[in-house]
């Protein structure tokens, strides 16, 4: 369990930002999995989701900056998790998957080309002698707008994506699993992108980015 709760370049719950944030949030919880609950709906919420860039730099993903940035995907989100739960004392690792997203915006389908997330990042966490997996992405008010069921997390549950919307529409479907790291496999990420979403996808990006300021 130690590599779980050991910080990284990126996953770094040695920073006093991150100490400080998750001894704060976990204050007066008792219980392991109440201050798992805690960290959860403070990333899941105070941390808002955009998915409209594509971030290739290490130092983009570490959790102290997205802390600070207070922004970010679902990997950059599950980083921050991570840190703050090793932070806390709970062995975390995180996980990757590939999924659909039968209701993605327009607009961000039109840049990916695709509505398949290739890498969507998760965090689990190790509460009770067991890996509980946690997806902190779709803030509630973004889940409120778009009429997505939210994520919830009780500390003892799975807490992963619906495969249905509000509406009963189909919302997230699971295609592949890729496991679980003790660190972030950026390379392995970017790889992905490439094959995904094609080789000029960071550039493709930024430059639709730009056009919509």
């Not at 219980?31 to 959860?40: D, G």
């Not at 739960?85 to 915006?105: E, M, Q, S, W, Y």
């Not at 997806?135 to 409120?144: A, D, E, H, R, S």
């Not at 994520?151 to 807490?159: I, K, L, S, T």
Request: aromatic residues 10%.
């Amino acid at each position: 369990m130690e590599k779980y709760l050991r910080p990284t370049p990126v996953i770094d719950c040695d920073a006093t930002s991150i100490k400080e944030k998750a001894q704060d949030l976990a204050k007066g919880q008792e219980k392991i999995s109440e201050k798992a609950k805690c960290l959860f709906y403070f990333v899941r919420d105070e941390i808002k989701y955009n998915p409209y860039s594509l971030p290739c730099l290490l130092e983009q993903y570490r959790a102290s900056t997205i802390l600070e940035k207070g922004e970010g995907y679902c990997v950059q989100k599950a980083v921050l998790l991570a840190a703050l739960a090793r932070a806390t004392g709970i062995p975390t690792r995180l996980r990757f998957a590939d999924i659909r997203n039968h209701i993605v915006p327009q607009k961000l389908a039109e840049m990916m080309r695709t509505n398949l997330f290739t890498y969507h990042g998760y965090a689990e966490l190790y509460l009770e002698r067991k890996w509980i997996k946690a997806t902190p992405v779709f803030n509630l008010k973004i889940c409120q707008k778009n009429r997505i069921m939210p994520v919830e997390f009780d500390g003892r549950n799975h807490a992963m994506f619906h495969s249905h919307n509000q509406d009963g529409k189909s919302h997230i479907e699971y295609v592949q699993d890729h496991g679980h790291y003790d660190d972030l496999p950026l390379n392995e990420i970017l790889d992905a992108w490439d094959q995904v979403y094609g080789s000029d996808c960071v550039e493709r990006f930024a430059l639709s980015k730009s056009s919509s300021r």
